[in-house]
């Protein structure tokens, strides 16, 4: 497999975390030119990738484009030419040298297919001299590991539970603003792709939220064992549920001041 074009984009912790030091990003990101297929409202259009990740990608885009928008992706991995393809959501735009560079979030893309773009981005990053230590949950001491429980109706339980209030308000307001988040978690026997459940156990409490999730990243850093997530199926009876209890913690915090 050849390096050719590919390079690394340096990791800068402080540019990919949301405020209170969370970090942004699930899955690193590698910067690429790779030719890509889009399809837009059933029309074929050839560009190139910008950069690539376990979770989507950039393309430069030439035409009209919305937040929001669906389109058909479909690329080859050089040289492996495993194939990839999927839906594809816009999630961001921004002027480019050619007209947009647009950020796509990869959707129902099958698990064979997850692990072919994560294999793919590690083999990259293990040819080049980067710092792979990301800082998740930078803001706390010890963000308290996740426990894999044996699977029950053929899905395993991924079972986290912050033992700090202040950690589980600055998870929950995480969970409540972004589909993507980082479970620290001896990982061994999970692999990307997998689809699992995600429960939250908030400390102190018996309540348990609990949502589906697919892993989109293993990341075996010595500092920072876990896995990113993508989170589906929060329904709004959860958001609710979060925001009362870090509604709860932060009032409970303010009686002892």
Same mark, same amino acid.
């Given at each position: 497999?050849?390096?050719?074009?590919? /390079?690394?984009?340096?990791?800068?912790?402080?540019?990919?975390?949301? /405020?209170?030091?969370?970090?942004?990003?699930?899955?690193?990101?590698?910067?690429?030119?790779?030719?890509?297929?889009?399809?837009?409202?059933?029309?074929?259009?050839?560009?190139?990738?910008?950069?690539?990740?376990?979770?989507?990608?950039?393309?430069?885009?030439?035409?009209?484009?919305?937040?929001?928008?669906?389109?058909?992706?479909?690329?080859?991995?050089?040289?492996?030419?495993?194939?990839?393809?999927?839906?594809?959501?816009?999630?961001?735009?921004?002027?480019?040298?050619?007209?947009?560079?647009?950020?796509?979030?990869?959707?129902?893309?099958?698990?064979?297919?997850?692990?072919?773009?994560?294999?793919?981005?590690?083999?990259?990053?293990?040819?080049?001299?980067?710092?792979?230590?990301?800082?998740?949950?930078?803001?706390?001491?010890?963000?308290?590991?996740?426990?894999?429980?044996?699977?029950?109706?053929?899905?395993?339980?991924?079972?986290?539970?912050?033992?700090?209030?202040?950690?589980?308000?600055?998870?929950?307001?995480?969970?409540?603003?972004?589909?993507?988040?980082?479970?620290?978690?001896?990982?061994? *026997?999970?692999?990307?792709?997998?689809?699992?459940?995600?429960?939250?156990?908030?400390?102190?409490?018996?309540?348990?939220?609990?949502?589906?999730?697919?892993?989109?990243?293993?990341?075996?850093?010595?500092?920072?064992? *876990?896995?990113?997530?993508?989170?589906?199926?929060?329904?709004?009876?959860?958001?609710?549920?979060?925001?009362?209890?870090?509604?709860?913690?932060?009032?409970?915090?303010?009686?002892?001041?």
């Amino acid at each position: 497999m050849s390096r050719h074009a590919i /390079k690394v984009v340096p990791i800068d912790p402080e540019s990919r975390r949301a /405020k209170h030091g969370r970090e942004q990003r699930a899955a690193p990101r590698i910067d690429c030119r790779i030719p890509i297929e889009l399809k837009v409202d059933g029309q074929p259009v050839t560009t190139q990738t910008r950069d690539l990740s376990a979770t989507g990608t950039a393309v430069e885009y030439g035409g009209a484009v919305e937040l929001g928008q669906v389109f058909q992706v479909s690329l080859v991995l050089p040289d492996d030419g495993d194939e990839i393809e999927c839906a594809g959501l816009v999630r961001s735009f921004r002027p480019g040298s050619q007209g947009r560079i647009v950020g796509i979030e990869f959707h129902n893309l099958p698990p064979d297919q997850r692990r072919s773009v994560a294999r793919y981005v590690r083999w990259v990053m293990s040819g080049q001299d980067v710092e792979q230590a990301r800082g998740h949950w930078g803001s706390v001491a010890d963000p308290g590991a996740a426990s894999v429980v044996p699977a029950e109706d053929a899905r395993t339980t991924l079972r986290w539970a912050p033992g700090f209030a202040s950690l589980f308000q600055e998870i929950a307001a995480h969970i409540q603003e972004n589909e993507q988040v980082f479970v620290p978690v001896d990982h061994h *026997g999970l692999e990307e792709g997998q689809r699992l459940y995600l429960e939250l156990h908030p400390p102190s409490s018996h309540v348990v939220v609990r949502a589906l999730a697919e892993v989109t990243w293993i990341d075996s850093g010595a500092a920072t064992c *876990g896995v990113g997530l993508r989170v589906a199926g929060m329904t709004a009876m959860d958001r609710y549920l979060l925001r009362s209890m870090r509604g709860f913690f932060q009032d409970d915090a303010e009686r002892y001041r």
